[in-house]
């Protein structure tokens, strides 16, 4: 299926690995040119070139923390016209919820809300303004199911899809589509670290750590990158016009609902 997309450019953040690198990729090989961003530059720059010799699109990397006010500067400034954005960024640490204070809520609202608000009040005016955009938001299953733990992030994702569902109304009469686009657990370095730490806290071996964390999920595995980024790559398709402020769940059954 050809997604109609060839030509378009896409700003990619936190795409060096992970589910970020999946949407990069699977927009490249619909002819999207990139700019992708981490703030490691030997990784970034290693999947910049993957991406050129695969696909042959125009791929500009730059190395920056995209939740400080600085990298975000120095990666717009290294945009040209962005069709397409993808939020993105790591997540905040576990916890338990009576250690957080207000500097780690405004740390995890600084990153996985304000961050990818800004970059939408930064580029979504040019797309308003050429009648074309598309913005996916990476956040997170745990906005549809809390994860004990992971309360700072429960809370600043919360608050993002509450501001995408009134801003998607707003700009989506002006060809601009927005929509979240919500992972369960995939395979990246991130399940990879925690799947080794419930190795080690319950002093089993690595396959039955696994065996463990895929017999969880309906489907017995968890999900790839590719697929991931097969599904944002469609949010930000020619085909997408009329989804507007969706939360798509990407969690292979695991959250456990009839709607
Ligand atoms: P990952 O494999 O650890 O990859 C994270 C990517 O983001 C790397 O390229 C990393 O490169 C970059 N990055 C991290 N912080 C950054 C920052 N401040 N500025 C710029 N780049 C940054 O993580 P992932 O599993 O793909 O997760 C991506 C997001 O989805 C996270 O917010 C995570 O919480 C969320 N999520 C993931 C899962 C899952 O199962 N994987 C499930 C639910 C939610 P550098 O370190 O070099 O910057």
Redesign the pocket.
């Known amino acids: 299926m050809d997604l109609g997309i060839k030509g378009k450019t896409a700003l990619v953040?936190?795409?060096?690995?992970?589910?970020?690198?999946g949407c990069a990729m699977a927009l490249a090989a619909e002819g999207v040119n990139l700019v992708i961003?981490?703030?490691?530059a030997e990784?970034?720059e290693a999947t910049a070139e993957e991406i050129r010799a695969a696909h042959g699109v125009e791929v500009t990397a730059v190395a920056?923390?995209?939740?400080s006010e600085e990298?975000r500067a120095k990666v717009l400034e290294a945009c040209g016209q962005i069709d397409i954005l993808v939020n993105?960024?790591?997540?905040p640490p576990p916890g338990f919820w009576p250690d957080w204070e207000r500097e780690d809520f405004i740390a995890a609202l600084d990153?996985?809300m304000l961050t990818p608000i800004a970059l939408i009040k930064a580029l979504v005016p040019g797309m308003i303004d050429r009648g074309w955009g598309r913005v996916v938001n990476?956040t997170?299953?745990?906005v549809r199911s809390p994860i004990a733990q992971l309360g700072l992030?429960n809370s600043a994702r919360a608050g993002l899809t509450g501001y995408v569902a009134g801003t998607s109304r707003q700009v989506c009469g002006k060809g601009v589509i927005m929509n979240n686009l919500l992972?369960?657990?995939?395979d990246?370095?991130?399940?990879k670290a925690l799947t080794e730490s419930t190795r080690q806290r319950e002093g089993i071996t690595m396959d039955e750590a696994v065996a463990k964390r895929n017999a969880a999920n309906p489907t017995g595995r968890?999900?790839t990158?590719e697929e991931f980024g097969a599904t944002c790559a469609f949010m930000c398709s020619q085909y997408v016009g009329f989804m507007v402020g969706q939360n798509i769940l990407l969690d292979g059954g695991a959250f456990n609902a009839t709607l």
């Open positions: 953040c936190a795409s060096s690995k992970g589910l970020g690198r961003n981490a703030r490691g990784a970034l920056a923390d995209i939740t990298g993105n960024a790591g997540g990153a996985n990476i997170s299953a745990s992030s992972p369960g657990s995939h990246t370095d991130r399940i968890i999900g990158a």
